[in-house]
């Protein structure tokens, strides 16, 4: 649970990933081709459900359509399991995606590290 | 004249048994007041003086002690030690058990200070240094953590949270007219 703060603190301080900073590298770096992420809410849909700014992301048509649902059926507060698991599948997901993003550049960070050590030592 | 009449009138009333307003204005007192010779007077300086100040303030001759004479206008006052009400034994029978003081017993300058609702003066239970260093030392301690898990946060290991519309550029409060900086994310 802490091995990265470890990391950070204490044996890779120059490699590990920083969360304050911006990651370096180049998004494509490493793919053959890369998927661009799809919003499906448009924005005048987000302003009209007045959602807060944190709540805006690539989740977002799942909520309104959660939020369509309560509205709809209440005062019935279990009615709406499926689109609350769809929204929480997609937050999932999303934050899964977030890990693999922090794992890739902690890893081209290594990377990066062993071709200036290669580079030196020839 | 009005006023000579008058004060032969309040002169009239004195006769009888007036205190208060009566007394004050035409200067003569009843004898539920106090008698001049309880009043406190002038700093003693010979030992007779003291002896006739102790015993009119009920107290012995060793154990009285006036205030020093600083023209501060304590006169012979007793110079009692400064003990809150708090100090005093709570099981013993004192005649006024919320004074925690007997009858006739002499009163502090200050008693209305010391009494058991206001200031206090009995000792801590852990000495007065031993309490600074363990307050300053726990706050100087929670300090000093707080400025390390600033130096050093702890975070999970995820990168940031990707956001559509060119990080919400609009929502945020950007210009509309301006282009904003294109930002592309990708799945993963």
């Known amino acids: 649970m802490g091995a990265h703060l470890a990391r950070r603190y204490i044996t890779e301080t120059d490699t590990e990933p920083d969360p304050a900073r911006k990651y370096e590298f180049d998004p494509q770096l490493g793919f053959d081709e890369r998927k661009e992420r799809e919003m499906v809410a448009n924005q005048e849909q987000m302003n009209l459900a007045q959602l807060p700014l944190e709540q805006r992301d690539y989740c977002a048509h799942h909520l309104l359509k959660l939020m369509k649902c309560k509205r709809d059926n209440w005062p019935n507060f279990l009615a709406c399991k499926h689109e609350r698991h769809d929204w929480d599948y997609c937050e999932h997901q999303d934050y899964v995606m977030r890990m693999k993003e922090y794992e890739r550049e902690r890893r081209l960070q290594l990377r990066k590290k062993r071709i200036e050590a290669q580079a030196e030592a020839a | ?188």
């Open chain 2, 1 to 188: 004249m009005a006023g000579v009449g008058f004060r032969r009138w309040a002169q009239a009333l004195c006769r009888g048994n007036g205190s208060g307003i009566s007394a004050l204005v035409s200067g003569c007192r009843a004898a539920s007041g106090v008698s001049k010779g309880s009043l406190p007077g002038p700093y003693p300086t010979t030992p007779e003086e003291k002896a006739a100040a102790a015993k009119k303030y009920n107290m012995t001759v060793e154990d009285y002690e006036p205030y020093p004479n600083k023209g501060e206008g304590y006169g012979d006052y007793p110079n009692l030690p400064e003990r809150s009400q708090h100090e005093r034994d709570p099981w013993y029978q004192w005649d006024h058990p919320d004074l925690r003081r007997n009858w006739g017993e002499p009163i502090h300058w200050d008693f209305d200070m010391y009494i058991r609702n206001r200031v206090d003066t009995s000792p801590s239970p852990v000495s007065w240094s031993s309490m600074c260093k363990q307050l300053f030392g726990f706050i100087g301690f929670m300090l000093f953590m707080f400025y390390l898990g600033e130096k050093f946060p702890s975070y999970q290991p995820v990168a940031a949270k990707q956001y559509p519309y060119n990080d919400l550029y609009l929502e945020k409060g950007g210009d509309p007219e301006k282009e904003p900086e294109e930002v592309k994310h990708y799945e993963i």
